[in-house]
């Protein structure tokens, strides 16, 4: 079918999608997952410096940003691995395709309701958290708070759009999910170590092959890297918490450009699996 | 035949397939699943396709439902030619049901109607009426995973009549079906021929096909071996008709002799007051002349049965020494 795109059947698939994450209560084990970590870090993170309670918003976000680099890939890749590969291996694929819809609208739909849910999810989860911040901090600090729940949301759909790919790709839900932990694996523990031991190991040189900073750009290989950077330089006084914010180049402070990286980690996966997505 | 994809003005098939061939792999592993079929189904027909597991059967309804391109050959479906520009309309007038049903469990079977019913454009109001006709209006609220595997068959053919579908496609829908659930089901298909629907019916159960269709399309090894009605498919039948006879032993023992001037004809004595007969289709009424005046107690006719013309047409295609290689 050589037509273009049809709203209404992207949003009949993607309503589907959302309904079935909110009836089987996906979206509130995920939101109540988020809210008792973030109370948990923003009530007990600076216990270690005698102290109950948020001590600033710098360091909120600081423990926060760590809580959520972990988790939200996690949860947005086995969110998202099965949905096209669970179709196919149960073979409720050729009937879905059967009828007069084509498969980008069909992974489109997979892919907002999915997304959907995942942003409720986090949103609701660090609600509870803002109202605290806002309660100790008044409206100042809870701008800071924002821009790091909407950089959450999209380091979220990054991963979603990434675990689309692989649901399109793999043969078989089994490896689907096995690829879906190795991703995670890879460019949340493995990416930063690697990098950082690449640098040390040429003893500096590789970092002047590419170029003085260029080394660093390297982060934006990495959507987890292009969150951390985000939040870490959304705060003035927060980039001297983090040891990675002296290699940074003040370019990538920018939040436009990482903002822009961070659209086209949700943009590129997502085109490419609409690519891939054949019979 | 114009040769973009538009709907020719005077196109009378409800689905057409030209040099349709559908090729696995390359070299020489080249699996053809189907192979150089030629097949028009026209509109209001009912089409029975017969053939072995594997013999192309599901490959020709995928490819009628643009799941697959063909390797060679072109198809139209309503006049549209499949994966054309006017092909997604056309999938708006046609009902699938797969052989091998999957449906989301955690949805009820009203629900599931109307996810199907947006995809395809249907009014929901039609969600529940079909409901009733397949006999779930009963079960409409229940979640389908507490279906019985009849009961998702039904909920699977009311998916495929949403929006008044013309054309049918039914991949083995009788499994699963009780007997008089398998009668209701084809009293359904009667009340749609008489609409005008058009039907394709996969099926191994060949019986059960035998009474029903308009025509029949055999499939063997990715081949179209025979085509036509049940009546024309006898006529090219070499298989000899079967008479049972039964008659005092004085009778038949001087039957002989009397059919001895009918040639091909093969005498068989069963016991003291039976006897069966094997007689070239083309002799049935001679013989059936001759036998008319003796003093019969019982006679039976016996035409090959589908299964019969099947094996027979098959192996016409394919020997069957290649089939068991």
Redesign the interface.
Known sequence: ???GLQP??IA??AA?EFS?RL??RWVLAVALVFTVFSLAITYFGSAAQGQIGPRSIEATIASLVSLVIYLIPLIALLLGFDAIVGERE???L?????????RLELLLGKYLGLAAALALSTLAGFALVAALLWHRFGMGGLYHYGGFVVSSVLLGLAFLSLALLLSVLARDRTRASGLAIALWFALVLVFDLLLLGLLVASGGELGGLLGGDGFAYLLLLNPADVFRILNVFSLDDMARLYGLASVVPPALGNPWLMGGAMLAWIAAPLALAGWRFK? | MTSNSARPADFADALRLQGVARHYGRGGALLKALDGVDLAVPRGQLLGLIGHNGAGKSTLFKLVLGLIAPSQGRLWVDGCEVGGRHFREARRRLGYLPENLVLYDNLDGLETLRFFARLKGAPLAQCATLLEEVGLSHAGRRPVREYSKGMRQRLGFAQALLGEPQLLLLDEPTTGLDPSAIRDFYAQLDRLRQRGVTLVISSHILAELEQRVDALAMLSHGRLCAQGSVAELRERSTRPLHVRLQADAAVLDALPPQLAALPGVVWRRDGAQRAGIDCPRALKMPLLQALAAQPLVDLGVQEPTLEDLYFELREAVVPPMQEAA
């Open positions: 079918m050589k037509d209404r059947q009949a698939v589907k079935d009836r089987n149960r073979g409720s050729d009937l879905l395709l059967a009828l007069p819809i084509t019979p």
